[in-house]
């Protein structure tokens, strides 16, 4: 299996994963004119991809999703309450509604959705299971809840939100409400909130942590891989490598 952040912060997201004969993107938050070029970088063409699975309304999430889905033929899946919130998405001729916590299939993949703490209309996470193991996405919450917790475990491969340094966000240029908004509980995981999610979800076969949605202006790259270094540094119990995912780029694939 192969994960790929093609796109990562404020701006836009996305995520490649492959298994097996299964590939899909986890959001689209990029034009398709980029999310094309960037698949295309990694050697992928977005006429191979099998599905689109959207975690919530966000267009830094859902930018590229209609334009993706129309283009190329590509299946949709979204909760039903997401399709609603977002009207001009326009026309897909092949959409899969889910409700929070049910469970589908895509090909050889095996995709269990959970609740996620964020200000959106239903967002959510997902457990992707595969025959090569476990990838688990939590992103864009403000809080890892304990179904949050019971959900990533077991993965081969996290996507995990390293958003903000707390003393960054709180010196920073941001509005004092939308300061607030990112460090409530339906905001986003700060760089310490995150390693102590990840201290949870250490185990044998965990090979690979992905560092995503790193704000540009209330984090760096060198703060949230100490924080989650300093974690792997006080056990034996795994050697992860830990990947950082990028806005104007796509970060390192990693292939299991």
């Not at 309450?81 to 090909?107: I, N, Q, Y």
């Not at 996620?116 to 403000?142: C, Q």
């Not at 996290?158 to 960054?168: A, I, R, T």
């Amino acid at each position: 299996m192969q994960v790929c952040l093609l796109a990562s912060g404020s701006k836009g997201n996305a995520v490649f994963i492959q298994s097996g004969e299964s590939r899909l993107l986890v959001d689209a938050g990029l034009s398709a004119r980029e999310l094309t070029a960037r698949l295309q970088g990694i050697g992928q063409t977005p006429e191979s991809l099998h599905a689109i699975v959207v975690t919530h309304e966000h267009g830094d999430h859902c930018r590229g999703v209609g334009p993706m889905a129309r283009r190329y033929r590509v299946p949709v899946y979204m909760h039903h309450e997401t399709r609603k919130a977002l009207p001009l998405l326009g026309r897909l001729d092949e959409l899969h509604e889910f409700e929070t916590g049910d469970v589908f299939s895509l090909r050889d993949m095996r995709i269990e959705t959970f609740p996620t703490t964020h200000d959106a209309v239903a967002p959510v996470g997902f457990a992707i299971e595969t025959s090569e193991g476990k990838i688990g996405f939590a992103t864009d919450l403000g809080i890892a809840t304990r179904l949050v917790r019971e959900r990533l475990k077991g993965s081969r491969m996290l996507v995990l939100e390293f958003n903000h340094d707390e003393e960054m966000l709180r010196d920073g240029p941001y509005p004092w409400p939308l300061k607030q908004r990112i460090r409530s509980q339906h905001g986003h995981l700060s760089n310490n909130a995150a390693a102590e999610l990840l201290d949870g979800l250490l185990w044998k076969g965990l090979e690979g942590v992905f560092l995503a949605h790193l704000s540009e202006t209330n984090n760096t790259p060198d703060l949230a891989l100490q924080c989650a270094g300093s974690v792997l540094e006080h056990q034996n119990v795994c050697g992860p490598r830990l990947i950082l995912g990028y806005q104007d780029r796509a970060g390192v694939c990693l292939s299991l």
